[in-house]
């Protein structure tokens, strides 16, 4: 292994793409069967999430499987699963390409793919998914980050590190929630309000606070 990566730092930037894969490649195949293998699964992974969802929620709604149906093999569904594919599928093409480009495999890589990557978000049709899919991404950036630090030593990141991110994220769903009434549907908000929060000065509290 030591002396395929030495022959690869050694090859061009035009003999390293001729390459079908690089020796810091996670994945066993070729980095096109990989980058196509990431945009099939997601596109059936996205599909099959929105369309059950969706069945769901509309035999809630209508009580038809009829309309159920339908609207799970909506438009929307079609788009959001194209969003979900192009997400991976993204990623692993930078995160191939930088691996070739500077011939190493370290932690940055996967930080700026997961950063370019996240333009897929305008892909969705709907400003709230977008929103959320970039918090999404700009915390999974900070987690790598501070891996990426603790790799070179900088810092020791605790052993709670997983329970610390956690919480972060719920405090930003907490502040969204209160204090940003775009980045989620109403029926969203109308759904929390209803059933989690306990009691009526809890509702005019959240009220006060999205104002």
Request: aromatic share 12%; with cysteine; charged share 25%.
């Amino acid at each position: 292994m030591e002396q395929e990566i030495k022959d690869f730092k050694k090859k061009s930037i035009s003999e390293a793409f001729k390459c079908s894969k690089t020796p810091f490649c996670k994945h066993e195949s070729t980095c096109i069967n990989a980058v196509i293998a990431a945009f099939g699964k997601g596109l059936c992974s996205g599909a099959l999430l929105k369309g059950v969802i969706q069945l769901v929620i509309s035999l809630v709604r209508t009580r038809s499987i009829g309309t159920a149906f339908k609207d799970a093999v909506s438009k929307d569904t079609l788009k959001f699963a194209a969003f979900i594919a192009l997400l991976p599928t993204i990623y692993k093409i930078i995160n191939c390409f930088l691996r070739r480009i500077r011939k190493t495999d370290d932690n940055l890589n996967p930080v700026i793919s997961g950063i370019i990557s996240s333009t897929a978000a305008i892909a969705d049709p709907y400003d709230y998914r977008r929103k959320l899919i970039i918090y999404y991404v700009f915390a999974r950036a900070f987690d790598t980050s501070v891996n990426c630090s603790e790799d070179h030593k900088s810092w020791k990141v605790p052993e709670s590190w997983p329970i610390i991110l956690n919480c972060i994220m719920v405090c930003l769903f907490l502040y969204l929630f209160y204090s940003d009434s775009g980045c989620l549907p109403e029926y969203m908000y109308n759904y929390i309000s209803n059933k989690v929060l306990l009691s009526s000065n809890d509702s005019k509290f959240m009220e006060i606070l999205r104002k």
